[in-house]
């Protein structure tokens, strides 16, 4: 009986280990990157905070231009919106409850030159996260 039991713990170890693909978690070779925004800061009016950054001068020529900026909207810790702002725009409104606490989660997202793409990676690349919270 005990080895019944043996053999199947071992079946059963080897068959989940086998079951992924390790090469998608594996494969970081990508060598393409953005750096992050710069100077980001806020303004609180109200319920409207205005945040601002400045785009680096040291983007890469292998990405498309004009890059855009993703913010990610955290409301309460609680993921809520992405907003993108296009065309190296350097700030946006966004309207808040003031009752509630906020994280603004802020990338640049600039795309590969059809020179760069390599075949079965995305042509999409986001920068390091800059992040500012509002209580």
């Given at each position: 009986?005990?080895?019944v039991?043996?053999?199947?713990?071992?079946?059963?170890?080897?068959?989940?280990?086998g079951?992924?693909?390790?090469?998608?978690?594996?494969s970081?070779?990508f060598?393409?990157?953005?750096p992050?925004v710069e100077?980001?800061?806020?303004?609180?009016q109200?319920?409207v905070?205005?945040?601002?950054?400045?785009?680096?001068a040291?983007i890469p020529d292998?990405?498309?231009?004009?890059v855009d900026?993703?913010?990610?909207?955290v409301?309460?810790?609680?993921?809520?919106?992405?907003i993108i702002?296009?065309?190296?725009?350097?700030s946006?409104?966004i309207?808040i409850?003031?009752s509630k606490k906020y994280?603004?989660?802020?990338?640049l997202?600039g795309?590969?030159t059809d020179?760069a793409?390599e075949?079965?990676?995305?042509?999409?690349?986001?920068?390091?996260?800059?992040v500012?919270?509002?209580?």
């Amino acid at each position: 009986m005990k080895n019944v039991v043996k053999f199947i713990l071992t079946f059963a170890v080897i068959l989940f280990t086998g079951c992924y693909d390790r090469s998608v978690i594996d494969s970081k070779e990508f060598g393409f990157s953005l750096p992050a925004v710069e100077n980001l800061k806020y303004a609180k009016q109200g319920d409207v905070v205005t945040l601002t950054w400045q785009i680096p001068a040291n983007i890469p020529d292998y990405f498309k231009r004009p890059v855009d900026a993703s913010i990610q909207i955290v409301e309460d810790d609680i993921y809520r919106n992405i907003i993108i702002v296009s065309n190296e725009d350097t700030s946006t409104d966004i309207t808040i409850d003031t009752s509630k606490k906020y994280r603004f989660v802020v990338k640049l997202l600039g795309y590969l030159t059809d020179e760069a793409i390599e075949d079965g990676k995305t042509d999409r690349v986001y920068s390091e996260a800059k992040v500012i919270e509002i209580q």
